[in-house]
């Protein structure tokens, strides 16, 4: 018989503890996946406004008696807070936010190496030519490239913060199994989720058509040395019509 | 044989009776504690089945088929939106028709590669979250599991005295009995004309407390 106070307040614990987990997933869920829960916790001593209206935890209006049981539980909250969550539609936007960062460096970019090549080509008269044709192919699938790695980057900064919140909640769960403290698990919660949604620092998008130019570079070096050793571009060039050896030191010519 | 001695017979077989009939309510409450315990950790477990489930659904072809097409589908329409829209192609000096069309080939094969890893980036992405997700409500439920288990050695106790003021009264009950047949001995000795309760043993002669004791040593009898 001594026991039986003791077995009670055991079983009664372990029933409390279990609610205030199923209380504390629930908030979790709403601060995570968007919803509403109560904020500034009230203290079980404190006296109760008959004409206020307090929240649970999970953010309902309670009033009277309902209000007084859960101020003894510890579980009375005097205002409320709705979460947006994090729905598809954030790292939709995350990623957007990228795109809308490193999109017009990328723009600014090309249109730099754009006429850097084309000044290149007017140089050698080759403006309006075959050579331009294929300069402006080439540039252009480096572009859609570089479109495509920026809409990749985009994505993968997205997934990596969604990664990072599903670690963080599962976390915090962890958290919450351990103490049975809906409340502070909670605020930990709100907390992590303001740094979440906060906007953050991009890192530097670098040259996007760095490599695009040596080897375009590389390649208009290579096709000159060969033309150089082309005889009938030499003759052309030259106007060079008869035998004999090209007057190019070096070069030896044969018709 | 007195009502004293009938009563106290009673009297302890009642005590027995119900000194029986509380390890037999002991028993009872033990059981029905196991029992409730039993149903509160399958209704747990039951839990814990639908979350499994629910998970492994998740992991079928069908469904990394779909989280694939997703990511892929997503990645597409991000590829168009930018290509379509980049203000530096309409500044690009028109292709002949042949390249133009070589290039939008293979930009376009390449956007599809592209998005079809980017569709297996999803569908890593979604079974990381479905498996933190099952881990979360696992840990939950084995938790509630654990808090329940650790409380029922101490409701097993309790139980273990469901019967305790069923025993007590029984206790009572025969001790009440047991000085009530002492009583009746003890009376018995004392009604008058009442012989002495004598056992011969080797020739000697044992009294019992009631019976009168010899006076004086000359009424001790030689054999």
């Known amino acids: 018989m001594g026991g039986s106070n003791s077995s009670d307040t055991a079983a009664q614990l372990a029933a409390q503890q279990n609610q205030q987990i199923d209380l504390g997933m629930q908030q979790l869920n709403n601060i995570f996946s968007g919803g509403t829960i109560g904020t500034g916790l009230l203290d079980p001593s404190a006296g109760l406004n008959p004409n206020q209206t307090y929240y649970s935890p999970t953010g309902a209006p309670v009033t009277g008696a309902a209000a007084q049981n859960l101020l003894g539980l510890g579980d009375l909250y005097s205002s409320e807070t709705t979460t947006p969550g994090f729905t598809p539609a954030f790292y939709q936007q995350r990623a957007q936010d990228y795109v809308n960062y490193a999109n017009p460096q990328l723009q600014q970019q090309f249109g730099q190496t754009q006429r850097n090549a084309n000044y290149q080509l007017a140089d050698a008269g080759l403006q309006n030519s075959g050579a331009q044709q294929s300069m402006q192919q080439s540039l252009q699938q480096a572009l859609a490239q570089q479109e495509q790695g920026i809409a990749n980057t985009g994505t993968q900064q997205a997934q990596n913060l969604q990664q990072s919140v599903g670690q963080e909640q599962n976390a915090l769960t962890a958290q919450l199994e351990a103490s049975a403290n809906p409340s502070a698990t909670a605020q930990s919660a709100l907390n992590a989720a303001a740094g979440f949604s906060a906007p953050s620092a991009f890192a530097p998008v670098g040259n996007f058509f760095g490599n695009w130019s040596n080897l375009y570079q590389a390649q208009s070096a290579a096709n000159q040395q060969a033309n150089l050793l082309n005889p009938a571009f030499l003759q052309t060039l030259l106007g060079y019509r008869g035998g004999g050896t090209a007057p190019v030191p070096g070069v030896s010519y044969e018709p | ?223």
């Open chain 2, 1 to 223: 044989m007195g009502i004293e001695f009938l009563g106290g017979l009673a009297a302890a077989a009642i005590g027995t009776g119900l000194s029986i009939a509380a390890t037999q309510e002991d028993a009872s409450a033990m059981n029905r504690t196991a029992q409730n315990a039993l149903n509160e950790q399958a209704a747990l477990q039951n839990k814990s089945t639908r979350v499994a489930q629910t998970s492994a659904q998740q992991s079928t072809l069908p469904a990394a088929q779909k989280s694939m097409a997703t990511g892929q589908q997503n990645a597409q329409a991000q590829y168009a939106q930018l290509q379509g829209a980049s203000p530096a192609s309409t500044g690009l000096t028109a292709l002949d028709p042949v390249r133009q069309q070589q290039t939008s080939d293979i930009i376009n094969q390449s956007n599809a590669a592209s998005a079809r890893l980017q569709g297996y980036n999803q569908w890593s992405l979604d079974q990381a979250l479905k498996d933190l997700q099952a881990k979360e409500q696992l840990g939950a439920l084995s938790q509630q599991s654990g808090n329940l288990q650790a409380a029922l050695p101490l409701e097993l106790q309790q139980a273990s005295h469901a019967g305790d003021a069923l025993g007590l009264a029984g206790t009572g009950l025969s001790t009440l009995g047991s000085l009530a047949g002492l009583y009746s001995v003890y009376n018995t000795g004392r009604i008058p004309g009442a012989t002495a309760a004598t056992v011969p043993v080797s020739g000697f002669n044992f009294y019992s407390p009631q019976a009168q004791m010899p006076s004086t040593y000359g009424d001790i009898q030689t054999p």
